[in-house]
């Protein structure tokens, strides 16, 4: 990693720090997790983070996960003592910093293991293995803490660090790549993988309401992401690992740059979602968090396709971000390991919503200012929106990028914090539709991001390919009780029915029928027959046929 900064860069205060740290025992794997009352993170370590190093900033205090100290010492202070030798470390806040509204219960942090306060707001956690997968399940706001040592360094001839050479690209350049990007598109791969619209893939049109990362629908999305990516013309590879027993994936493209191909530049955000724990493997839809992410990631990619970057550009798809970045943490571990070169990563985590402030948040770490001012540089010269830069990376997956030592920054609504739908079985399109052109705005400032960090050339000027068709049928709530909204698109005014069918294919309610017309067309379904008779619940097709179109929509009656 040939821009991980350099160990001696590490605190001036450490030494004055050693002589009140005792020897009380560490954890088992490696290294201590200590929580220093009233020290601030410029006092430990000013400048750049380190991998073998990481801290916390809490309101009353600094938590350090030191991953190379010798057992029985950290660096900075006591460290709290193991009591288990497979246990997984996290931070637990009292509140989650994406709902504030929402307080942890401490009681209900000790079920699961060893609970010690980190200051007045926060809790270290030691979760032994048998424990871990309902810890995760359990939907706490946490961060894993890496006790693992970092991995080694590169060999000196390769870890020189060299400056970030951000390009300037060309202003009108930059304009014609932004320009392709579709608000239509956007919109059209939220509604897919959140349960709004159908989608083809693999010859049949799919429905998926959740992303959970244990779930077969789940595993749908990101089947039908990849051979999206791999329709672009990118070479796709599903990047797996094992959480608890179930096997995740990211979802990995990437193409060689014309210039620089060993060093990449990473456009990512994670495509998993939850919502509570009685409905997360039925009903999360997650639009928000983080269909409008992914929605982003895939736009760029798009438009990226049949252009020429000096370096090698990667979009990734991020599995189990919602059980505390599994996904990038894998990522980026198997990157350091391998010594790939990444230069920078642009993530995006839900990026569709706003209630007062058009805008969004470039959140990252001090080390990063040139990649963080850079996005700020582009979201002024490219869209309407404010922004604020935070210096206080948290909970998404930037986070393993910059403990890795790794520019980054993620891009996240102004208002994310006021969203009142955050991880609930209510963040459906319907909540952001009114909202989402900020999400095409805050992709065209990652666009042209990119297109600085890589280097997008001037002399490859092919059009994107175009997106999937939209289906033709859409449907909302569903399940639904007493009735459900369905909408129908016809290209040109056609001859024709719509009709609602029961699992045995009866035809049990005629919707409409005779000349149907072009455009987006709304219907409303009360739930009974043609007799007026209420329906029992189940399962129902709501189904489309014209002499050229048919299109068919499962429909679910819970009453
Ligand atoms: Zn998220």
């Known amino acids: 990693m040939r821009v991980r900064p350099t160990r001696a860069r590490l605190p001036l205060i450490l030494s004055s720090l050693l002589a009140i740290g005792s020897c009380l025992p560490v954890a088992a794997r490696a290294g201590g997790v200590a929580f220093l009352p009233g020290i601030h993170r410029g006092q430990v370590a000013p400048g750049a983070p380190s991998p073998d190093l990481l801290t916390w900033q809490l309101p009353d205090g600094l938590l350090v996960v030191d991953r190379v100290a010798a057992p029985g010492h950290t660096r900075c202070g006591p460290a709290f003592a193991a009591s288990r030798a497979d246990a997984d470390w996290f931070l637990v806040r009292d509140r989650d910093p994406r709902h504030p509204a929402r307080a942890v219960d401490a009681a209900a942090l000790a079920r699961f293991g060893t609970v010690r306060p980190a200051g007045a707001t926060a809790w270290v956690v030691e979760v032994p293995a048998d424990r871990l997968p309902a810890f995760l399940a359990a939907g706490f706001p946490l961060q894993r803490l890496p006790l693992e040592p970092p991995p080694a360094p590169l060999p000196a001839s390769s870890a020189a660090p060299t400056p970030l050479a951000i390009a300037q690209v060309d202003t009108a350049l930059k304009r014609a790549f932004i320009g392709t990007l579709s608000q239509a598109a956007f919109n059209q791969l939220i509604q897919e993988i959140s349960g709004y619209a159908t989608f083809f893939y693999a010859g049949q049109l799919r429905q998926v309401h959740t992303r959970y990362f244990t779930t077969a629908s789940k595993n749908l999305v990101g089947d039908y992401l990849a051979a999206r990516l791999a ?10 690992f094992i959480l608890g027993s179930v096997t995740c994936r990211n979802i990995v493209a990437t193409r060689a740059g014309l210039s620089a191909p060993e060093e990449y530049v990473v456009v990512g955000g994670h495509y998993d979602s939850t919502s509570p724990i009685l409905y997360c493997e039925t009903t999360a839809p997650g639009a928000e968090d983080n269909a409008s992410g992914t929605s982003m990631v895939m736009e760029i990619a798009r438009i990226s396709a049949h252009r020429g970057f000096d370096r090698s550009i990667q979009f990734v798809l991020f599995d189990s971000e919602e059980q505390g970045m599994n996904g990038s943490e894998h990522f ?228």
């Not at 329709?231 to 797996?240: F, H, I, M, S």
């Not at 996240?412 to 963040?427: F, S």
């Open 231 to 240: 329709g672009y013309g990118y070479a796709v590879e599903l990047d797996t």
């Open 332 to 559: 980026v571990a198997e990157a350091v390991a391998e010594g790939r070169q990444i230069r920078g990563a642009i993530i995006a985590d839900m990026v569709s919503w706003y209630q007062g402030t058009y805008g969004l948040h470039i959140e990252g770490e001090a080390a990063w200012e040139e990649l963080m001012q850079s996005m700020a540089a582009n979201v002024t010269a490219y869209t309407p929106c404010a922004y604020v830069k935070d210096y206080y990376s948290w909970g998404s997956d930037h986070v393993p990028f910059q403990q890795a030592g790794i520019p980054a920054f993620l891009a996240i609504d102004y208002d994310y914090e006021d969203y009142p739908y955050y991880h609930q079985t209510t963040d459906t399109w319907f909540r952001i539709r009114d909202t989402v052109p900020l999400g095409l705005q805050i992709t065209r400032a990652s666009a042209a991001t990119l297109a600085d960090l890589a280097g997008l050339r001037p002399d490859l000027t092919g059009a994107p390919p175009s997106p999937p068709a939209p289906s033709r049928l859409a449907a909302w709530p569903n399940p639904f009780n007493p009735r459900v909204t369905v909408a129908f698109r016809l290209a040109a005014p056609a001859a024709g029915d719509i009709a609602i069918y029961d699992l045995a294919g009866r035809r049990v309610r005629a919707l409409a029928g005779g000349e149907l017309p072009a455009g987006e067309q709304r219907l409303s379904w009360d739930g009974r027959d043609d007799h007026g008779r209420l329906l029992p619940s189940g399962v129902y097709f709501c189904r489309l046929h014209t002499a050229t179109e048919s299109a068919s929509l499962k429909l679910s009656l819970a009453r």
